[in-house]
C-alpha cells in the first residue's frame, strides 16, 4: 500500500523495488506477507472460490493473487493495490505464469475504490489494511463491492489494545519506517458491523507469528544472510534485522497481533 501526505495526496511508495526483492528473497517470490501459501489457505479455510469473482484487497506484487487463482479455482481474481510498482511486478508475474486470463492488476490512488457496487462474490485481504488509518470508510467500501451473501475473508496486524502504544510498539513502528494504521480486533470488529458486516469474527495469531519472526529473524541474520545482501545490500539487510529484533519484543509481549477477520454481506432480503 501507500502512505499519504496530509492532504490526502499519495507520498513515496512504500514497497519499492529494493523492498519487494527483499521480502522476496524472506517471504517467497511474489509476497509482501509472512507464511506462504500455507497461510493463504488458512485465512481462506472454508470458503469456497471456485467460479467466483475474487478481489485480493492491497495485493502487493503478485504473489498471493496469483497463489488463488492457480489453486483456489476463481472464475477471476482482481488484485487491487495503490502502488504502481508493485501493481507492475504482478502484471508481469501473471503473463509468466500463464494465469493473465484468471487474474488482473489494477492500481488507483487511496480513496474509493474503482469498482462498482456489489462486483466480488469474496473479497480477500492479507495484511494490507494495517496501512488505511480509517478503518470505518475501508470497511464501507469492501462492503459496497462485496455481493450481497458474500465473504469477507482477511489477516491483518492489530494491536493488542486501545491505549497508547507502548515504548517498545512505537520503536518497532518507527523501525519499520511505514505508513501503520494500528488497531485493535475491537475496533476492527465495530468497523466491520457499522459497515453492515455480519457474523463477524477475529482470531489472533500472535503465538503463530512469535515463533515464525523468530525463525525469520535466525535465517537473516544466518543462512538467508548472504543471499539477501547479494539482493538488496548490507545495509538494507542490517536495518531490517534491527526491525525483526524490536518486532519480536511486541510478538513476545502480545501487543503485536497479527489476526485473522471473517464476516459475511448479508444475503439479499436478509435482515441487517
Given at each position: ?9 499519495a ?5 519499492d523495488?529494493a523492498?519487494?526483492r ?7 517470490e511474489?509476497?509482501l506477507?509472512?507464511g506462504?501459501?500455507a ?9 469456497d472460490?471456485k467460479?467466483?469473482?475474487?478481489l ?8 498471493i493473487?496469483?497463489?488463488?487463482a492457480?489453486?483456489q479455482g476463481?472464475a477471476?481474481?482482481v488484485?487491487?493495490d495503490v502502488e504502481?510498482?508493485?501493481v507492475?511486478?504482478?502484471?508481469t508475474a501473471a ?18 475504490l ?10 480477500f ?12 470508510a ?7 463491492v ?10 491483518d496486524?492489530?494491536i493488542?489494545?486501545d ?8 520503536d518497532y513502528i518507527?523501525?519499520?519506517?511505514l505508513?501503520f ?9 465495530r468497523?466491520?458491523a457499522?459497515?453492515g ?5 477475529a482470531e489472533s495469531?500472535n503465538i503463530?507469528?512469535r515463533e515464525v ?14 543471499e539477501?545482501?547479494a ?11 534491527r ?7 511486541v510478538?513476545?509481549s502480545?501487543e ?9 454481506k448479508?444475503?439479499?432480503?436478509e435482515?441487517?
Open positions: 500500500m501507500v502512505a499519504t501526505n496530509e492532504d490526502g495526496a507520498s513515496e511508495p512504500e514497497y523495488e523492498a519487494i527483499f521480502l522476496g528473497v524472506l517471504w517467497g511474489g509476497y506477507s509472512p506462504g501459501p497461510e493463504v489457505d488458512r485465512v481462506l479455510a472454508g470458503v472460490l467460479g467466483r469473482r475474487v485480493d484487497f492491497g495485493c502487493g506484487a503478485g504473489g493473487t496469483l497463489h488463488i492457480r489453486s476463481p477471476e481474481i488484485g487491487y504502481q510498482p508493485v507492475e511486478r504482478a502484471r503473463v509468466t505464469q500463464g494465469l493473465s486470463s484468471i487474474a488482473r492488476f489494477v492500481s488507483s490512488p487511496p480513496g474509493s474503482p469498482f462498482g457496487d456489489d462486483e466480488f462474490d469474496i473479497v485481504s492479507k495484511d494490507a489494511m494495517i496501512h488505511v488509518p480509517d478503518k470505518q475501508l470497511f464501507a467500501e469492501l462492503f459496497r462485496l455481493k450481497p451473501g458474500g465473504v469477507f475473508a482477511a489477516s496486524w492489530l493488542g489494545h491505549g497508547e502504544p507502548s515504548p517498545d510498539m512505537k518507527a523501525a519499520e519506517g505508513s494504521g494500528m488497531a485493535s480486533s475491537r475496533h476492527y470488529l468497523a466491520m457499522v459497515a458486516f455480519v457474523d463477524c469474527t495469531r503463530w507469528y519472526a523468530r525463525g525469520e529473524l535466525a535465517r537473516l541474520k544466518g543462512p538467508l544472510y548472504d539477501a545482501v539482493a538488496v545490500g548490507e545495509a538494507y539487510v542490517e536495518k531490517n534485522i526491525t525483526w529484533t524490536a518486532m519480536q519484543k510478538l513476545d502480545g503485536h497481533c497479527p489476526t485473522h477477520l471473517r464476516a459475511s448479508p444475503a439479499a432480503g435482515r441487517l
